[in-house]
């Protein structure tokens, strides 16, 4: 497909990554509480990997043109990232745990959470199915699935750079500052909360 193409569309999609969200939130907690990001920024990966496909295989615009299953992912979703969000303010996590401490989430573990931060959310779907077909180009040499596919790695190889930019960056930052690290954490737990409820809500109203 044409590097215009590509090229356009990673600019696009690099304003949605760099966006502060519920996978920054997620990025930054397991920052904080592990000793390396990248099980959760794989398994956030992994969310945005199974969403391209989704698209590229058609199913999302089943999903986008019935409520009740639309309804049904998004309360899915807005409970996830609401329970994740609950959990950082129960145990709010600093760089001045001990070793046992930040090891004691399984890598498996963290990965899942992460696929279902950003595999979980509605709007990943939706920003994929109004974003990704704009970017094709129809009778290319390549089938539409196919260029869907390109640009949706393209999206996944952003992601990790900046999820782990700011999950790595949150560590080495507030390693010497616990108060402030313990403020972040709440924070993130706030943020995925209110994401998840304005998620619900938004829907809801629809």
Same mark, same amino acid.
């Given at each position: 497909?044409?590097?215009?193409?590509?090229?356009?569309?990673?600019?696009?999609?690099?304003? =949605?990554?760099?966006?502060?969200?519920?996978?920054?939130?997620?990025?930054?907690?397991?920052? @904080?509480?592990?000793?390396?990001?990248?099980?959760?920024?794989?398994?956030?990966? &992994?969310?945005?990997?199974?969403?391209?496909?989704?698209?590229?295989? *058609?199913?999302?615009?089943?999903?986008?043109?019935?409520? $009740?299953?639309?309804?049904?992912?998004?309360?899915?979703?807005?409970?996830?990232?609401?329970? @994740?969000?609950?959990?950082?303010?129960?145990?709010?996590?600093?760089?001045?745990?001990?070793?046992?401490?930040?090891?004691?989430?399984?890598?498996?573990?963290?990965? &899942?959470?992460?696929?279902?931060?950003? *595999? @979980?959310?509605?709007?990943?779907?939706? +920003? =994929?199915?109004? $974003?990704?077909?704009?970017?094709? &180009?129809? *009778?290319?040499?390549?089938?539409?699935?196919?260029?869907?596919?390109? $640009?949706? @790695?393209?999206?996944?190889?952003?992601?990790?750079? &900046?999820?782990?930019?700011?999950?790595?960056?949150?560590?080495?930052?507030?390693?010497?500052?616990?108060?402030?690290?313990?403020?972040?954490?709440? +924070?993130? *737990?706030?943020?995925?909360?209110? $994401?998840?409820?304005?998620?619900?809500?938004?829907? +809801?109203?629809?």
């Amino acid at each position: 497909m044409p590097v215009g193409a590509v090229a356009a569309f990673w600019a696009v999609s690099l304003l =949605f990554v760099i966006t502060p969200g519920a996978d920054w939130a997620y990025a930054i907690t397991a920052g @904080l509480r592990h000793r390396t990001v990248l099980p959760a920024v794989g398994g956030m990966l &992994v969310g945005h990997l199974i969403a391209t496909v989704v698209v590229a295989a *058609g199913v999302a615009a089943l999903v986008a043109s019935s409520p $009740l299953v639309m309804t049904a992912l998004t309360a899915a979703g807005a409970a996830y990232l609401v329970w @994740l969000g609950a959990g950082a303010l129960r145990h709010p996590s600093t760089p001045r745990e001990s070793e046992q401490d930040r090891a004691s989430g399984s890598w498996v573990r963290q990965a &899942v959470k992460g696929a279902g931060v950003s *595999g @979980l959310n509605p709007k990943v779907f939706l +920003l =994929f199915l109004a $974003l990704l077909p704009q970017f094709t &180009v129809p *009778g290319a040499a390549w089938p539409v699935a196919a260029q869907i596919m390109m $640009l949706g @790695l393209v999206h996944v190889a952003g992601c990790g750079v &900046v999820y782990t930019g700011v999950g790595a960056g949150a560590r080495l930052v507030l390693r010497a500052r616990p108060a402030a690290a313990l403020w972040v954490t709440r +924070l993130s *737990g706030v943020a995925m909360i209110v $994401l998840g409820m304005v998620l619900l809500a938004e829907q +809801l109203a629809a």
